[in-house]
RNA sequence: GGUUCCGUAGCUCAGUUGGAUUAGAGCAACGCCCUUCUAAGGCGUGGGUCUUGGGUUCGAGCCCCAACGGAAUCACCA
């Protein structure tokens, strides 16, 4: 049992001996002590006062007593003011120690066939161009945000929807008609998505140079500017031939079909390349192509059933003036579907492919309007999930110039950024001219690991809900409270128990409490086992910024006391057998966080 | 204008359900430490009115109200 539950409990028992009271488990605050004082948990009296009706030093002082002379746990306690200062057994360290040792996955909850089934919607890219840092960020929260739900007992099912029908296609798929001269990523050399995206591009230089030459044109028929543009636009022939396009789609023309196809397969084949680089992957993918009919199918459903209104146009709405929000289209009266009718769509097909209890979407919290809806509606609908679903909302990445803008050309492309990681990871590991013995295989894979940690790291340690700012200037740094400083520490202990092992040194599945303790020493062991709350905590509020932080903290803890001991050169047997086992956790305890981030470690580094 | 989110060191960010005279890291600057288990490291110095003003209480960076500043969103776009 860990020490601070068999502390919350021997302080109610305390309380309820002492005052004959029956003091609520909130109400026992134990919190780390502070650093300035003697003492590792502290218990703070105050909300006790009223019951005690003494002094706070004397409630302290009282408590303290009842508390070293019941438990085995508390070595010695102090009290100043109404802080009550508990000085913690070695023996209870051993054995908190050997309990951490045992677990294989400490701090994890394994999932059962009668866990939560919990569907993690993450990336939903468009088909018209390549991931940027934007995505990245969003597929390595959705990944991290899956293994967290995981790790806390949860059946998590990993999605991913894609946005694989629009004018958006259209527009690449006309460019490359008309100026690809049959380019494919074979010919080109490019990868599948960037080919596409070039289109992309490509149609958007020429609509404006259309637009602009027709605009001048209107203006010298005497229109003014603003309304000689907007005409511009609509008229555009290579705009009105994407719109042509696009209905023929939704006829199921053949040729469009075919290309359209042919097109997304290129781009899929350029995705599943920079999501294998980032290291996530999903079980279940979804087209939108697939789904936006099934929307139809349930909005007219509602629409039967009372739930929305039709306008004289034909038009579907739903009225969310009563929850305090506006009215919301459904679909066009054209009757095709928008957005919201698509998600209702994907909603349906999920719930029928997975009797899901809970839903996550990992969505920019540009949409937080978006899922306010959606969440109203699929309640609505009978989506029993609907009401409390999920929205992972965070913060976008902004460069020092601002938003990333593509049009501009001031996006970070994801492949160009991961390439340039690695890159930078392997001219430090070659510069400090380390393993030189390493085959280039394997300093490249350091390199790999390091680069994508750097990154993942440099992502993820921010709270997810705030905007963030990435200077490509600066670059992600290696140094400091970065990944490959945490990469780096598991490295060196792995180096150490390696060393171990080869002198001959057999780490015992249990410790026997023979050694002396350092403050340092029970200190670690009290932030190793800190990780499970920390797990806990961040499946509550999905927030992988929590264990990258904490893993940071530990490392840097754990560094002050490497540097200031000796482990193989430690004289006491039991003591190095000791910190060997320590050390083991300590490394354990930051593999397991650092993979619930999809961040690798490395043997060697 | 309505709604939501954010505001902490020159810069980038932490800060657990409110706790302790002194609010923490990293980067950048300066100074030490590699014959010592991996220096991608450690130690030290300087740097702050936690945007502002009220309120709640034993106690506020954290909770409430207001103001100021910034972001997103409010489409027959996705």
Not at 11 to 35: C, G, R
Not at 235 to 244: D, G, W, Y
Not at 326 to 336: H, P, Q, V, Y
């Amino acid at each position: 049992m860990k020490i601070e539950q068999q502390l919350s409990a021997a302080i109610i028992a305390a309380i309820k001996e002492l005052y004959d009271f029956d003091a609520p488990a909130e109400q026992v605050q134990l919190s780390k002590t502070k650093k300035e004082f003697e003492g590792h948990l502290t218990l703070v009296v105050f909300p006790f006062l009223r019951v005690s009706k003494k002094k706070p030093e004397d409630t302290a002082q009282e408590i303290g007593q009842y508390l070293q002379e019941h438990t085995d746990v508390i070595a010695s306690f102090n009290v100043i003011k109404g802080f009550l200062n508990l000085v913690i057994a070695p023996a209870a360290w051993i054995a908190l120690l050997n309990d951490i040792h045992a677990a294989e996955k400490y701090g994890f909850t394994t999932p059962t066939d009668r866990s939560p089934l919990v569907m993690i919607e993450y990336s939903s890219p468009n088909t018209n161009k390549p991931l940027h840092l934007g995505h990245v960020r969003n597929n390595l929260l959705g990944w991290a945000v899956a293994q967290i739900a995981e790790a806390n007992g949860n059946r998590v099912v990993k999605t991913n929807i894609v946005n694989d029908r629009g004018i958006h296609i259209c527009k690449s798929m006309l460019a490359w008609q008309k100026y690809g001269n049959s380019e494919t990523p074979e010919s080109s050399g490019k990868k599948g998505d960037h080919l596409i995206g070039d289109y992309y591009v490509a149609f958007d230089k020429h609509y404006r140079a259309e637009v602009k030459e027709l605009a001048a044109k209107f203006m010298a028929e005497g229109m003014d500017e603003e309304a000689a543009t907007e005409k511009a636009k609509a008229e555009a022939p290579l705009m009105k031939e994407a719109r042509e396009m696009l209905v023929k789609w939704e006829h199921n023309d053949r040729e469009v079909r075919a290309l359209w196809r042919k097109m997304n397969e290129w781009v899929y084949e350029g995705f599943d390349e920079t999501y294998k680089a980032l290291g996530v992957g999903f079980d279940k993918i979804y087209y939108e192509s697939d789904t936006y009919l099934e929307g139809r199918e349930k909005v007219i459903e509602g629409l039967q059933k009372g739930l929305f209104y039709k306008r004289e146009d034909g038009s579907v709405w739903a009225d969310l003036t009563g929850e305090g929000l506006d009215e919301k289209l459904l679909l066009r009266s054209d009757g095709t579907s928008v957005y919201m009718t698509q998600d209702i769509g994907t909603a349906k097909l999920r719930f029928q492919d997975f009797p899901i209890n809970k839903m996550v979407y990992v969505v920019g919290n540009e949409q937080n309007y978006h899922f306010q809806v959606l969440s109203i509606l699929l309640d609505k609908l009978g989506f029993e999930w609907g009401k409390d679903l999920v929205h992972f909302s965070y913060g976008m990445v902004e460069l020092p110039n601002g938003k990333m803008k593509s049009r501009e050309g001031t996006v970070v492309d994801a492949d160009e950024l991961v390439a340039e990681m690695v890159r930078q990871a392997r001219q430090t590991s070659d510069e400090a001219g380390k393993f030189a013995d390493m085959s280039e295989e394997e300093k490249q894979e350091v390199a790999r690991i390091v680069g994508m940690g750097a990154l993942k790291y440099f992502l993820l340690k921010v709270d997810a809900r705030k905007n963030m700012l990435f200077n490509p200037e600066e670059s992600i740094d290696f140094n400091g409270n970065t990944g490959p400083f945490v990469q780096y520490t598991y490295a060196r202990i792995r180096s150490i128990l390696r060393k171990a092992e080869d002198a001959g040194i057999v780490i015992p599945e249990a410790l026997e409490a023979n050694v002396t303790l350092s403050t340092k020493e029970e200190e670690i062991i009290q932030h190793v086992a800190e990780f499970a709350q920390v797990v806990k905590a961040a499946g509550v509020d999905y927030s992988p910024s929590a264990i990258a932080n904490y893993c940071y903290e530990l490392v840097k803890e754990y560094n002050q006391f490497y540097h200031e001991f000796s482990i193989l050169r430690e004289e006491d047997e039991a003591k190095k057998v000791f910190r060997l086992v320590l050390s083991q956790n300590v490394a354990k305890v930051i593999r397991l966080g650092m993979g619930l981030l999809g961040i690798e470690m490395p043997e060697r580094m």
